[in-house]
């Protein structure tokens, strides 16, 4: 079945880059995401990568694909304090019921 | 104005009870979910619902039923409530954007089962 796993945690320093790392296993996707959850609320939509992409950058953040490693990455440069959340990966199945599958979290942790 | 609402926010009850959560969304989407999140922050999809037919079942007990009013509102009804029911459970709605699409969730309401 489909599967999307994460490492669980992450710490940087403020202004470091932060690289959370994300593997899937459905050969079918064809978009991928990250999603932002912050303490006491709901997922955000941060980003998105089309599964043709091997890269998508978006202000701070970059997305980079290896669909041959079903490997997908967030980068976040000069990591603030207010970017400390849980950073989640999903796929999408192939259908069009927009289920999406996460993986566990990362938990990004930005010290000052 | 709140786009996807749930209530209550937090519910606290006993083991063997029946407990409602509802949701609303004033973003006139066609489809809505309900997610359940365990204390290790796991998300899972539990149901799906596009204009009040149910399209996604996952393998969840019967104990749990969604009903779909209306397009704008899916509520969660949870029978014989057990311990490993407590968690977050969210409602998200989503819009298709021309191929990718885009899921908004509601803040969430945290049910503990004593």
């Known amino acids: 079945g489909e599967d999307v796993e994460q490492s669980l945690f992450l710490s940087v320093r403020e202004g470091d880059s932060s690289v959370i790392n994300c593997t899937y296993t459905d050969s079918s996707s064809t978009y991928l995401y990250w999603y932002k959850q912050e303490p006491g609320a709901g997922l955000q939509l941060l980003t998105y990568i089309f599964s043709n992409m091997d890269m998508k950058q978006d202000q701070r953040l970059t997305v980079l694909l290896n669909k041959k490693d079903k490997h997908l990455s967030l980068r976040i440069a000069d990591t603030q304090t207010g970017d400390s959340a849980i950073y989640f990966c999903?796929?999408?199945?192939?259908?069009?019921?927009?289920?999406?599958?996460f993986g566990q979290g990362t938990t990004l942790q930005v010290k000052p | 104005d709140t786009a996807v609402s749930q209530t209550p926010k937090y519910l606290v009850t006993q083991m063997g009870n029946d407990k409602s959560i509802k949701c609303e969304q004033n973003l006139g989407h066609d489809t809505m979910y309900w997610y359940k999140q365990d204390s290790k922050k796991f998300l899972k999809i539990m149901f799906s619902?596009?204009?009040?037919?149910?399209?996604i079942n996952e393998t969840v007990p019967n104990r749990f039923s969604p009903k779909s009013p209306d397009k704008a509102h899916l509520n969660l009804h949870i029978n014989s409530l057990e311990l490993g029911d407590s968690a977050v459970y969210f409602c998200?709605?989503?819009?298709?954007?021309?191929?990718?699409?885009?899921?908004?969730f509601g803040p969430g309401t945290r049910l503990t089962v004593l």
């Open positions: 619902y596009n204009n009040k037919e149910l399209i």
């Open positions: 999903a796929d999408s199945p192939s259908g069009n019921t927009g289920k999406l599958i």
């Open positions: 998200a709605t989503t819009v298709w954007r021309g191929g990718y699409n885009e899921q908004f």
